[in-house]
């Protein structure tokens, strides 16, 4: 798929009570957005944070009904909070799409389960709706450390069937972890999971049990996001690749996760 | 006015302009086909190429620090056999030079990959790598030394046929004096700064950020280190210098161009600005053109 490095403009933000930010994007020169599957990621570069030099990887969360780029940005640093409170109208330089995406082949008629811990949360709003269309059953299950942590964000998954939760503090749905959700006891033809790494080898290890179809999005740290710099490698069965170029979603079969 | 861009770094190796991209920091070049003109750039530096397939290190490795980052990949690559079937033949393709970075644990190592690359005709020189900080031997071990860096350099002089540049580390007392036994020693140019060795602790984890513990500091934090070493090594050697190290934009260049750099290489940045060697060749056009000087030569060593 073509990569671009490409301007895009803030139309519009809103923060959530956990904090992340919804932020949506115009491109700079009016022009459509380029082509992507759910799953994939851009890389942003943040202006106003010189010291920050890298571009920081953010995954698409979805596009907007007015064509808006839509990104859910977590103030996780320096940079990424500046990111969250830049005003409408700043102009900010991004290389989309980058990496796989999800595989949604073959989804019509299928029960699927989205598992979203945290900021992973994101990739899968967009899934949720491309699976949707396609026919498959969703169903969305969301974890955070309090109510507010998943507070505005179900209905940002259109077309899912059900949204699930579970918080550390039972505040709101299963008193837990998302890995101990009772929906889990339940039959999917596939679980596609991100989150956090503990959260993800625990899903994963529950999908392999059960022979279970499972998908895992990655958040290693990034430096290029194409391929060029092998600083964000996961090892896997063929050998250590590049989670930018290769993932950042892998079947778990390709993991060395035991 | 016409702009003369052209370098000439020796033994055969003619660049159209002084922009090189710098060994691990930009693949094999298709990497960035969706966003440069390959054809524009002085050359590409390829990755480190050893005799055998590395699997490189442990993740995490790499952390961002300011104005930087550390990397720790060690030397992850194919091997010089894949190199040769895999990627060369698309690389026949660029009018830009194509330089092979080399790495070897034994010198004898070092001389196996070079005499296989040697048939390659597209390939005008080699880039020894006698500075990498993340690999245990070989690497920075040979360019900490005089007698090392000259021992490995004169074996690549017998084994290599064209042009032969050796890049040096920044990890030493006096990198002039390094320079100094590499030129004599048969190296046609040298290219500096490799990566500062580095360390950075994650205090929420109470461990070090990445799997090796320490690594090598790139980016716009060590150019006023690396501006410093290319003059000190300028005014020691006579063969040509290549400058590296934190370069972001035709200024940043124009800083080891003048601090006595016969041509640039251009690393880290790439992962900010897939498009930052077009632009620095664009800039130093411009820089020429503003101040009347119609060739970059001109420019060499001025301070």
């Known amino acids: 798929m073509k990569e671009y490095l490409l301007d895009f403009k803030i139309a519009d933000r809103t923060v959530l009570p956990g904090g992340c930010a919804m932020i949506e994007f115009e491109r700079a020169d009016g022009e459509k957005l380029p082509p992507f599957r759910p799953g994939q990621f851009v890389e942003i570069k943040i202006p106003g944070v010189p010291a920050a030099m890298l571009r920081r990887p953010i995954s698409i969360c979805d596009v907007t009904d007015s064509g808006r780029l839509l990104l859910m ?36 008629g299928k029960r699927v389960l989205l598992a979203g811990g945290g900021v992973g949360a994101a990739p899968l709003i967009n899934l949720c709706r491309v699976l949707a269309d396609a026919d498959a059953q ?21 077309g899912s069937e059900q949204v699930h939760v579970a918080t550390d503090d039972g505040t709101v749905g299963h008193h837990g972890l998302v890995t101990g959700h009772p929906v889990l006891n339940e039959r999917f033809d596939t679980i596609y999971v991100c989150g956090p790494t503990p959260m993800m080898k625990g899903m994963a290890a529950i999908a392999r049990n059960r022979g279970t179809e499972c998908f895992v999005s990655l ?40 | 006015m016409a702009i003369n861009l052209a370098v000439d770094l020796g033994a055969g190796l003619k660049l159209k302009n002084p922009v090189l991209t710098a060994s691990g920091t930009f693949g094999y070049g298709t990497e960035f086909a969706d966003f440069i003109d390959l054809n524009r750039l002085g050359g590409f530096i390829v990755k480190g190429t050893t005799l055998e397939p590395r699997q490189g290190n ?14 720790a990949v060690g030397l992850q690559n194919g091997g010089v056999d894949h190199f040769i079937e895999h990627k060369y033949p698309s690389l026949t393709q660029y009018t830009s030079e194509v330089i092979v970075n080399v790495s070897g644990a034994s010198v004898a190592d070092y001389a196996k990959v070079a005499e296989k690359l040697a048939p390659l005709d597209k390939i005008h020189a080699i880039e020894v790598n006698i500075s990498c900080p993340n690999v245990k031997a070989g690497g920075m071990a040979f360019g900490t030394t005089c007698e090392g860096a000259a021992e490995v350099t004169a074996a690549l002089r017998k084994a290599w046929p064209r042009h032969l540049m050796v890049k040096l580390s920044p990890n030493v007392t006096d990198i002039a004096s390094i320079a100094g036994a590499v030129e004599q020693a048969g190296a046609d140019s040298v290219s500096l700064i490799n990566t500062l060795l580095a360390m ?13 513990v320490t690594g090598g500091l790139s980016g716009p934090a060590v150019r006023p280190v690396a501006v410093r070493m290319v003059w000190q090594v300028a005014r020691r050697v006579s063969i040509p210098v290549v400058g590296l190290g934190g370069i972001t934009c035709a200024d940043d260049a124009l800083q080891f161009i003048m601090a006595g750099a016969t041509a640039v290489q251009i690393g880290t940045y790439n992962f900010v600005d897939p498009q930052v060697t077009v632009k620095t060749i664009d800039g130093l056009e411009d820089y020429c053109r503003r101040h009347g000087v119609d060739d970059i030569n001109k420019l060499r060593g001025i301070i």
């Open chain 1, 219 to 258: 958040e290693n740290m990034m430096a290029c996001g194409l391929g060029a710099c092998l600083c964000c490698v996961e090892k896997t069965v063929k050998g250590n690749v590049c989670v930018c170029k290769h993932g950042p979603v892998f079947n778990i079969n390709e993991l060395t996760w035991q």
């Open chain 2, 58 to 71: 442990d993740s995490p490795r790499m952390v961002e620090t300011p104005s930087g980052m550390i990397n």
């Open chain 2, 200 to 212: 950075s602790v994650d205090v929420e984890r109470q461990r070090a950020s990445i799997s090796t």
């Open chain 1, 73 to 108: 940005v977590k103030p996780a640093g320096e940079a990424t909070r500046h990111l969250t409170l830049m005003p409408a109208g700043s102009v900010v330089s991004m290389i989309i799409p980058l990496g796989n995406g999800f595989d949604t082949a073959g989804a019509a």
């Open chain 1, 138 to 158: 969703v169903e969305i299950l969301l974890g955070g450390r309090s109510a507010r942590d998943v507070q505005g964000l179900p209905e940002y998954y259109r």
